[in-house]
């Protein structure tokens, strides 16, 4: 069974940086070229795309609102995700998902029906 695990949220200040985790388990296939990538839905709000990235390389994709300030991590051999998220503000808040994509794609999606796993989410509160 695929399993995804978030850690790293929490509440700061505008202005503030959070590292966001991913363990990811029960993967049967090389990430190298698979797409990972964070997602994340406000209260009221329609989820969105945070960043994607092919699992082995560097090449990531950013949800405009984030460019500059957010940075995806490729999957690590201990097969964790990072985002590194700085400058937060107070419309970064929202329940955010780790994302696995089953399969092997030459550029990411930043859609949500393109990822078949899901975590269950960390929250991330700036205010």
């Known amino acids: 069974e695929v399993q995804l695990v978030e850690s790293g949220g929490g509440s700061v200040q505008p202005g503030g940086s959070l590292r966001l985790s991913c363990e990811i388990s029960?993967?049967?296939?090389?990430?190298?070229?698979?797409?990972v990538g964070w997602f994340r839905q406000a209260p009221g709000k329609d989820r969105e795309a945070v960043a994607a990235i092919i699992g082995g390389s560097g090449v990531a994709k950013y949800h405009d609102s984030v460019k500059g300030r957010f940075a995806i991590s490729p999957v690590s051999p201990e097969n964790t995700l990072y985002l590194q998220m700085d400058s937060l503000r107070p419309e970064d808040s929202g329940m955010y998902h780790c994302?696995?994509?089953?399969?092997?794609?030459?550029?990411?999606?930043?859609?949500?029906?393109?990822?078949?796993?899901w975590g269950q989410g960390t929250q991330v509160t700036v205010s």
């Open positions: 029960g993967f049967s296939y090389s990430y190298m070229r698979r797409c």
């Open positions: 994302v696995l994509d089953h399969d092997v794609r030459g550029d990411c999606l930043l859609a949500d029906y393109a990822y078949d796993y």
